[in-house]
């Protein structure tokens, strides 16, 4: 096919899932297994998504450890430590289909650790009323992604890799397609689909610090669901994770997993004081992650913290072996820079790691604002509210998965088949065409520039002076993001970096936004000029494209049911001292 520039291939499915991490391949196996035609594509190689990086663990109320723990404590658990900004139908369907979700992948042959009589194993996670958090060792995300391959490979799910998706093709208001380029061959590709569905995953690389890996990540999803005219939410609640590492620089921001303080890990400042029983007596250092990253964040700026600007994570108190065995990859991670941390504390800082935030969706159903267009996973806003629990997330993908993946067995039938508008295909390539070596600005500038003003500026501590200056610095950055220089062609670094940078503006714009727009402070998002949460803001806070701008809006959050309002007012809660 010619677009007038370049020949494209076109490729016809019935659902395309763009993302092959742990939320596409749930789906597309469900999917598949009912015989739906089905096609997920991600932009690195099958079995290497994002979620092969998650570490500490899955949650699920299993009650393995604790049989006094519930669906509904769980839900409870999840809406408080979200300042109950959490969509409660969303928590609800989490709580609930996570038990089975977690057995299934046991099933499929995930290799969960296990107690001595055979079950699956759960620990302790921040701000969690019980042991809930089930794990393979500290390799929880490459165990289960490993195992969704797996099955997805059994199922014959048909993969496309190295697939880069840089719009989404619409015909009047319904999505009937993507528009993308093979990131091997250069070549341009039109996907047809009935359904679309993002699981691409989240936004942090837009933090200078981050435990992202690199060159992901960059609110691909978000983007593309805003172009395409959907509702995004939440995108002003971003998580800093207490504890990533600080040194050597090629590992700045890397996760330090919270399963560490799981197990018992200790933080201390530079003086040797335990500051959590400053900031929270009860809880140390299991509290939700918004509050010891705060805690981290202020011992540093207060001088506590060591030359290099860390604070100290120690787990040595405990066996060496214990540690092998709970923490295999965090040994080894710092190991190969010469920490052995059976015997010394780890250096660490708050990393940004997680986006509530994302596209709006039904959790019923995965549908988004716009037909024919879904999605699942870390590219999604409401489970987690204003800070997400550790071990959430990665339930998420699976609970999510299987919802979507349910919901167009049912209804893909209803669904037109795939005609992907001509010329809206042709813009979106004539949009890749744009990307030749006379431009005037180097993408790889322009995205670290990005990034050094995102965590400045939305980052840990935020207030309205400081928002509305970044929002300035972003309009010269998008300004100058209309020239880049990009010599390579489309299997260059540079055309994907100039193609990041595309997604991570409005991305960026979002947040910046969203923060200014909440004059309070909740969970992960504080404001210095305005510190407490106020019941008026309970509310989530939408986006959308509206003309060239971005509208913003509130809406108010539907009731919590009544078991899970029961659980709340129960108020069940984590002490943390019998870890001692
Ligand atoms: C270091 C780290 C540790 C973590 N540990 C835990 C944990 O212990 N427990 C927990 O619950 N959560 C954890 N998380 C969070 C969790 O890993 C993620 O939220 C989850 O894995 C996201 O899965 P996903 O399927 O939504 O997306 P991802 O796994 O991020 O997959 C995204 C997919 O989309 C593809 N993609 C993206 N953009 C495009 C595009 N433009 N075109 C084509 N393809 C595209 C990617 O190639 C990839 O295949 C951790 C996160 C990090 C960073």
Same mark, same amino acid.
């Given at each position: 096919?010619?677009?007038?520039?370049?020949?494209?291939?076109?490729?016809?499915?019935?659902?395309?899932?763009?993302?092959?991490?742990?939320?596409?391949?749930?789906?597309?196996?469900?999917?598949?297994?009912?015989?739906?035609?089905?096609?997920?594509?991600?932009?690195?190689?099958?079995?290497?998504?994002?979620?092969?990086?998650?570490?500490?663990?899955?949650?699920?109320?299993?009650?393995?450890?604790?049989?006094?723990?519930?669906?509904?404590?769980?839900?409870?658990?999840?809406?408080?430590?979200?300042?109950?900004?959490?969509?409660?139908?969303?928590?609800?369907?989490?709580?609930?289909?996570?038990?089975?979700?977690?057995?299934?992948?046991?099933?499929?042959?995930?290799?969960?650790?296990?107690?001595?009589?055979?079950?699956?194993?759960?620990?302790?996670?921040?701000?969690?009323?019980?042991?809930?958090?089930?794990?393979?060792?500290?390799?929880?995300?490459?165990?289960?992604?490993?195992?969704?391959?797996?099955?997805?490979?059994? +199922?014959? !799910?048909?993969?496309?890799?190295?697939?880069?998706?840089?719009?989404?093709?619409? *015909? $009047?208001?319904? #999505? @009937?397609? =993507?528009?993308?380029?093979?990131?091997?061959?250069?070549?341009?590709?039109?996907?047809?689909?009935?359904?679309?569905?993002?699981?691409?995953?989240?936004?942090?690389?837009?933090?200078?610090?981050?435990?992202?890996?690199?060159?992901?990540?960059?609110?691909?999803?978000?983007?593309?669901?805003?172009?395409?005219?959907?509702?995004?939410?939440?995108? +002003?609640? !971003?998580?800093?994770?207490?504890?990533?590492?600080?040194?050597?620089?090629?590992? *700045? $921001?890397?996760? #330090? @997993?919270? =399963?560490?303080?799981?197990?018992?890990?200790?933080?201390?400042?530079?003086?040797?004081?335990?500051?959590?029983?400053?900031?929270?007596?009860?809880?140390?250092?299991?509290?939700?992650?918004?509050?010891?990253?705060?805690?981290?964040?202020?011992?540093?700026?207060?001088?506590?913290?060591?030359?290099?600007?860390?604070?100290?994570?120690?787990?040595?108190?405990?066996?060496?072996?214990?540690?092998?065995?709970?923490?295999?990859?965090?040994?080894?991670?710092?190991?190969?820079?010469?920490?052995?941390?059976?015997?010394?504390?780890?250096?660490?800082?708050?990393?940004?790691?997680?986006?509530?935030?994302?596209?709006?969706?039904?959790?019923?159903?995965?549908?988004?604002?716009?037909?024919?267009?879904?999605?699942?996973?870390?590219?999604?806003?409401?489970?987690?509210?204003?800070?997400?629990?550790?071990?959430?997330?990665?339930?998420?993908?699976?609970?999510?998965?299987?919802?979507?993946?349910?919901?167009?067995?049912?209804?893909?039938?209803?669904?037109?088949?795939?005609?992907?508008?001509?010329?809206?295909?042709?813009?979106?390539?004539?949009?890749?065409?744009?990307?030749?070596?006379?431009?005037?600005?180097?993408?790889?500038?322009?995205?670290?520039?990005?990034?050094?003003?995102?965590?400045?500026?939305?980052?840990?501590?935020?207030?309205?002076?400081?928002?509305?200056?970044?929002?300035?610095?972003?309009?010269?950055?998008?300004?100058?993001?209309?020239?880049?220089?990009?010599?390579?062609?489309?299997?260059?670094?540079?055309?994907?970096?100039?193609?990041?940078?595309?997604?991570?503006?409005?991305?960026?714009?979002?947040?910046?936004?969203?923060?200014?727009?909440?004059?309070?402070?909740?969970?992960?998002?504080?404001?210095?000029?305005?510190?407490?949460?106020?019941?008026?803001?309970?509310?989530?806070?939408?986006?959308?494209?509206?003309?060239?701008?971005?509208?913003?809006?509130?809406?108010?959050?539907?009731?919590?049911?009544?078991?899970?309002?029961?659980?709340?007012?129960?108020?069940?809660?984590?002490?943390?001292?019998?870890?001692?």
């Amino acid at each position: 096919m010619q677009n007038g520039h370049r020949s494209y291939d076109t490729i016809h499915t019935d659902v395309l899932i763009v993302g092959a991490g742990a939320a596409g391949l749930r789906a597309a196996i469900e999917l598949r297994q009912s015989g739906v035609d089905t096609l997920v594509l991600g932009k690195r190689k099958h079995g290497d998504a994002h979620t092969i990086w998650a570490a500490g663990g899955i949650n699920a109320s299993l009650g393995t450890r604790d049989p006094e723990d519930r669906w509904d404590i769980h839900a409870a658990d999840t809406i408080g430590e979200g300042h109950y900004v959490c969509d409660p139908r969303a928590v609800e369907v989490l709580a609930r289909q996570a038990p089975e979700r977690i057995r299934e992948l046991h099933e499929w042959g995930c290799p969960f650790s296990l107690t001595e009589d055979g079950e699956i194993d759960q620990r302790y996670f921040g701000a969690q009323s019980f042991r809930r958090t089930c794990f393979a060792g500290d390799r929880t995300g490459e165990a289960v992604l490993h195992t969704l391959v797996d099955k997805a490979r059994e +199922e014959e !799910v048909p993969y496309r890799e190295d697939v880069y998706i840089t719009g989404l093709v619409k *015909d $009047g208001g319904r #999505v @009937t397609g =993507a528009a993308g380029y093979d990131m091997d061959t250069g070549r341009y590709l039109l996907f047809a689909a009935r359904a679309v569905v993002l699981a691409a995953g989240g936004l942090t690389s837009l933090y200078r610090r981050s435990s992202s890996r690199p060159d992901e990540n960059n609110g691909d999803a978000a983007a593309l669901a805003y172009e395409a005219g959907a509702a995004l939410r939440d995108m +002003e609640f !971003v998580q800093f994770h207490p504890t990533g590492m600080t040194e050597p620089a090629e590992m *700045d $921001g890397r996760l #330090v @997993t919270e =399963a560490v303080r799981g197990e018992g890990g200790r933080l201390y400042n530079a003086e040797g004081e335990r500051f959590m029983e400053r900031y929270s007596p009860e809880h140390m250092e299991l509290d939700a992650r918004d509050v010891v990253a705060r805690a981290n964040y202020r011992e540093m700026q207060e001088g506590r913290g060591t030359p290099d600007g860390a604070v100290l994570l120690d787990i040595s108190h405990r066996d060496p072996e214990y540690i092998k065995e709970r923490l295999p990859k965090m040994y080894e991670q710092f190991m190969q820079f010469g920490v052995d941390i059976t015997r010394e504390p780890m250096k660490v800082s708050p990393t940004a790691h997680y986006a509530m935030g994302g596209v709006k969706i039904d959790f019923d159903t995965g549908r988004t604002t716009v037909e024919g267009l879904y999605a699942i996973g870390e590219a999604t806003a409401g489970v987690h509210g204003a800070n997400r629990l550790g071990g959430n997330s990665l339930a998420e993908t699976v609970v999510f998965g299987k919802v979507l993946g349910d919901h167009l067995v049912e209804t893909l039938g209803e669904a037109p088949e795939p005609q992907p508008d001509k010329e809206a295909a042709a813009e979106q390539f004539a949009g890749l065409d744009t990307l030749g070596p006379d431009g005037e600005h180097d993408p790889r500038d322009l995205v670290s520039e990005l990034r050094e003003l995102v965590w400045e500026h939305g980052g840990i501590v935020r207030t309205g002076e400081s928002l509305r200056e970044g929002l300035g610095k972003l309009e010269q950055i998008r300004r100058r993001a209309e020239s880049l220089r990009v010599p390579g062609g489309p299997t260059s670094p540079e055309f994907e970096q100039a193609l990041n940078l595309r997604f991570m503006l409005p991305a960026a714009e979002t947040v910046l936004r969203g923060a200014l727009l909440r004059e309070e402070s909740r969970g992960a998002h504080y404001r210095e000029d305005f510190e407490e949460e106020r019941p008026e803001w309970q509310e989530t806070v939408l986006y959308a494209k509206s003309g060239d701008g971005m509208e913003l809006w509130t809406e108010p959050l539907d009731g919590i049911s009544g078991e899970i309002q029961q659980a709340l007012e129960e108020e069940y809660s984590l002490d943390y001292h019998y870890l001692e």
